[in-house]
């Protein structure tokens, strides 16, 4: 009796605690809707606000963004958590992603060399891509979302296949119609969503051209509402709205139009708003992609966040779930960098001539099999592609499946290209610079380049590079120059020279490997003096009309990471010619041996500081030395204002020196901040006329002290200095890249 009492009580108290928990089965819980605005750089602020989002323990079960929002919302859908993205901004290059220039360490020198002497280059085409339309075509922008977005590069449901459904908007300019994205190719979409008008070249995709998603639909919380979210919790970046007195010039117009538009539907959906973040960005812009501003943008954000700690709170209570909730939080991705420096190992020809395609199976021993994967015994750095075929291909970089090695795609070039270079020192006061690439189509691929320098010296100058199938890309060229020099002897304005000088040159070994150029070839040039003007105490010197014809070889080598502020990386350049004025001789005597070489090597310690000490020379090995061909120095940079110009400290106009001259240079330099440079330099030189007495004059000493700001149009800078030749101090101001 007992035991029946017993397994009666028992059932009844398992079937009580049953009813129980049916009775007690909490609600399924609501659906929790993250809306992130757009707004730039500012929207950097969104990681903050995600940061505390997860510590508070709120699901996100829906997403929508647009412009920067949506990037930043589209890969927090694929798995990066707030951390993970937080590390992926901070290691980008952002003056590199945001623009279209090719990798430094990707380019040939030749290339390299035009990207520190232009300020300004666009393709000219008869026949425009449908890519144009905008400043920056967004090709780098493009590779490092197909490299963040690896593994969810192709055309997906956006609410199904993602691990957290998500939505962008972008809007199509020829209806002025929203486009809101939850299907596609989600790399493509996060492009078009932040494609600001003017700035960014659009998307066109079908018969839409599509811009940035700000100008319909700034704050989409009417999507996340649309997509089942129950509690939407919001943030933006915006200013507060400007006064009248705030709009100035043409830059604030554009801007405040920008900012109204940006603000269409934007009431009607803060009302949809559970919880609205409104992050202060005060001090920064949407261009606002500093370290700097990075740091204190997402920090904003997080502060922004942790000031409704309370109402996160008392939401996860509405949702439905306690404080003890924790969501699970997306393992974090590895983050994918927008490195200068990526591995080729496959390749895929689109769009080629039979030449091209035959002379790249040539170049990298590729069989006629081998069109998609080819598996390299050695990965070849995509430096390879410009090097060898960029003049007649046109190239980019695409994600592999994995998103760390990638794809060289290359089609036929099409386009020219225009550069302008613009500059302004206290010597030589404005100089224009003017260059065009034209490739031609040919059995045998060919580039001509054309170059115009204006201002108080004059140069003109063409080239033709033929690209056969071999090692080398001979070159021929004609130049033209008319130099009006102005020549200082210890300091002092001795005379003035102004002369016409016609230069042509047959290079049949051009070869470009990587960082290296080897030239071997023939130049003939042409002095024509016109006057000379002179001081009371001028030196007496004649100056003769007269041709002079020269044997040349230079080796070449620069794995600097910046032409004017290097931290890393090395210089070198070696020399040698044999003057002569009838193929042998010069002036009845042998030719002149003229030999040059330069080192320079950059060592950082810390962040900030680089130590660059260098070696350089010229000896002049002959009877007779032409004065045009004499050793000189003056200025910071080798040729300055002419070929054989060597710099030295303290010095800024031309001097000549005596034939034989060696010389070491020690250089501090200090990054202050993101772009501001203060360097020391010290130079201490040996000359003489004769080789054996190098060593036994005097040494001249140089120093030097500059500040700089690297802008957008090249370094702006004053030097001040002085040196035991010229006795007296030198002061000079510059706006721009030297050339």
Known sequence: MLRRLLLFAIASLLCSLSHAQQDGKPAERKKVGVVLSGGGAKG?????????????????????????????????AIGYNAGSLDSVVRRQDWSYVITDKEDLRNLSLSDRSKRFTYVFSTALSLRRKASDGGLIKGKNLAELFGQLCAGYTDSLDFSRDLKIPFACVATNIIDNSEVDFHSGRLPQAMRASMAIPAAFAPVRLGDMVLVDGGLKNNYPADIARQMGADIIIGVTVQDKPKTADEIKGTLGVLGQIVDVNCKNKVEENLALTDLHLQVNTTGYNTASFTSVAIDTLIRRGEEEAMHHWDDLLRLKREIGIDDSFRPTIHHPLRPKVMTERQHVKRFIFENMTPQDERFLRQKFNLSRTDSVDVNLQQQLTASMRVDLFCKTAECHLQPDADGVDVLLV?????????????????????????????????????????????????????????????????????????????????????????????????????FDYKHFNFQAGMRWDYMSYRDK???????????????????????????????????????FKAAYAYLTDNFVKLEGAAGLNDISA???????????????????????LGKTVPLVFANTV?????????????????????????????????????????????????????????????????????????????????????????SSHTKEPYFYLNLGYEF
């Open 410 to 510: 290359a089609g036929e070039r099409k386009t020219a290209q225009a550069h302008v270079g613009l500059r302004f020192d206290t010597e030589e006061y404005a100089a224009v610079r003017l260059g065009l690439d034209v490739p031609l189509k040919s059995a045998v691929p060919m580039n001509t380049e054309l170059t115009v320098r204006l201002g108080k010296r004059i140069m003109a100058r063409g080239e033709l590079t033929v690209h056969p199938r071999s090692f080398t890309r001979p070159t021929i060229s004609f130049a033209y120059r008319r130099n009006d020099l102005d020549v200082y002897v210890k300091g002092n304005h001795d005379y003035n020279i102004l002369y016409h000088q016609f230069q042509a040159e047959a290079t049949p070994i051009n």
């Open 598 to 620: 330069s080192w320079r090597k950059s060592f950082t310690f810390g962040k900030r500081f680089t130590f660059q000490p260098m070696v350089y020379g010229r000896l002049l």
């Open 44 to 76: 950097m602020a969104h990681i903050g606000v995600l940061k505390v989002l997860e510590r508070a323990g709120i699901p996100v079960d829906v997403i929508t963004g647009t412009s920067m929002g949506s990037i930043i919302g589209g890969l927090y």
């Open 634 to 722: 003056g200025g910071d940079w080798f040729g300055h204002y002419v070929e054989q110009q060597m710099p030295f400290a303290g010095i800024g106009k031309l001097e000549f020196v005596s034939d034989h001259l060696v010389a070491v240079q020690l250089q501090g330099q200090l990054r202050i901040g993101s772009n501001h440079y203060v360097l020391l330099r010290l130079t201490g030189a040996q000359q003489s006329e004769k080789l054996k007495e190098l060593f036994d004059n005097r040494t001249l000493f140089g120093i030097q002290t500059a500040y700089y700001f690297n802008t957008m149009f090249g370094p702006l800078g004053a030097t001040f200095g002085y």
């Open 533 to 571: 003007l002179e001081s009371d105490q001028s030196t007496d010197i004649t100056l003769n009309n007269g041709h002079y014809i020269s044997y040349r070889a230079s080796l070449d080598y620069n794995s600097e990471d910046n032409w004017y502020f290097p931290t890393r990386g090395a210089r």
